[in-house]
């Protein structure tokens, strides 16, 4: 099994960490308001598509890894 050097994943791995660093700040958001808010409720909306996009670019980046060589 091959492992994907950093170099040539950056920008996978530099969105990732994008991605990461908005779900810690909207999971802080979320925890001060009131949880059957309408703001809470599309804020999780929100966090969850994040969450969906970080999963699939990880499972993008280790499939390209289990493809090479």
């Known amino acids: 099994m091959a492992q994907v050097l950093p170099l040539f994943a950056a920008p996978e791995i530099s969105r990732l ?5 908005q779900r810690v700040a909207l999971s802080g958001r979320i925890e001060k308001l009131a949880p ?34």
């Open 36 to 69: 059957k808010s309408h703001k809470a409720i599309a804020l999780r909306a929100r966090l969850a598509e994040l969450t969906n996009e970080a999963l699939a670019l990880e499972c993008q980046l280790h499939n390209g890894a289990d493809s090479d060589g």
């Open 17 to 21: 960490d994008q991605l990461n660093a």
